[in-house]
């Protein structure tokens, strides 16, 4: 099924497991009350489309494009989205990744307030005009973050954060340290 291009589906109450739709295009439609586990979205596209009280587990979104994407009781566990791209998603119900890689991923014009990213590996990602209020960050890697400060509003960190928070402080306001 790689690199097959979908219109409007409305995908429901499925299993979907081992499928490699890697490079393909989604427009429209939704995925309702699914299990995805052990997919390859490696390269897709996905436009306009509504994920809904979904599990999906051990997947690959390595480079994926989520354009428009609306998210509602979606759990992302143990899932890679390095190098994806998120632009104008949304959440409107409660959203978590737990123990997902989402390293050097862009993500831009996001309303994701109150989503959880827990233990996950956040290096390098870089955060633009995103609302993130209330997001809990606890146990991810946050080393290489690029974002403005005011993207971070409002998140909850652990305390291990704090000099990767304190490098964002100084690298946002220009400021020299200097070891005496």
């Keep these: ?31 309702y009350g699914c299990e995805v586990t052990r997919t390859d979205f490696s390269g897709a596209t996905l436009t306009g489309i509504a994920i809904e009280r979904c599990a999906i587990t051990g997947s690959r979104f390595t480079g994926t494009r989520f354009t428009d994407v609306r998210l509602k009781d979606v759990l992302f ?12 998603v949304a959440a409107a119900g409660s959203v978590a990744f737990t123990d997902c890689t989402l390293s050097n991923g862009k993500w831009s014009s996001c309303r994701l307030p109150r989503i959880a990213l827990r233990s996950c590996d956040l290096a390098g990602m870089e955060l633009d ?42 690298a946002a306001f220009d400021l020299t340290v200097r070891i005496d």
């Design 129 to 170: 005009a995103c609302d993130l209020d209330g997001a809990d960050l606890r146990g991810s890697r946050l080393h290489g973050v690029r974002t403005p400060l005011d993207n971070l509003r409002g998140v909850i960190l652990g305390e291990d954060h704090l000099p990767d928070f304190t490098q964002l402080t100084v």
């Design 1 to 31: 099924m790689a690199r097959v291009h979908l219109e409007d589906p409305s995908i429901r109450s499925s299993l979907i497991t081992g499928v490699d739709l890697g490079e393909s295009t989604w427009e429209a439609g939704s995925l």
């Design 77 to 88: 566990e143990g899932c890679r989205f390095d190098y994806a791209t998120f632009h104008r």
